[in-house]
């Protein structure tokens, strides 16, 4: 069993900054793929960043040069640090971790697993 747990989400003011954190337990490490997505009310979950085996990060349209995605490989963490956010960067966010160690993927079914997710709130 995988059980990722995200954590770090809150209310904001735009322009401001957040760090999310995902706790990974169970058949999971650093080395598997790892991602983060979002989803707004009405709207299809998006990615946004994933990070591999090799530690290679890609990162999506809508939040690139905003954001950084990390890992903390001895407390199998995965973290997405956040800035200049904008009230249209208010959603709930998910982590979500692969079985494959490269070529990741930007598809929510390239994910076998998934957090419940942390929300974000950005007010102007």
């Known amino acids: 069993q995988v059980q990722l747990v995200e954590s770090g989400g809150g209310s904001v003011q735009a322009g401001g900054s957040l760090r999310l954190s995902c706790g990974a337990s169970?058949?999971?490490?650093?080395?598997?793929?790892m991602a983060w997505f979002r989803q707004a009310p009405g709207k299809e979950r998006e990615f946004v960043a994933h990070?591999?085996?090799?530690?290679?990060?890609t990162y999506g349209d809508s939040m690139k040069g905003r954001l950084t995605i990390s890992k903390d490989s001895a407390k199998n963490t995965l973290y997405l640090e956040m800035n200049s956010l904008r009230v249209d960067d208010t959603a709930m966010y998910y982590c979500?971790?692969?079985?494959?160690?490269?070529?990741?993927?930007?598809?929510?079914?390239?994910?076998?697993?998934w957090g419940h997710g942390t929300q974000v709130t950005v007010s102007s």
């Open positions: 979500a971790a692969s079985g494959r160690f490269i070529f990741c993927g930007d598809r929510t079914d390239a994910y076998n697993y």
């Open positions: 169970g058949n999971i490490n650093s080395r598997n793929c």
């Open positions: 990070i591999d085996g090799r530690d290679k990060t």
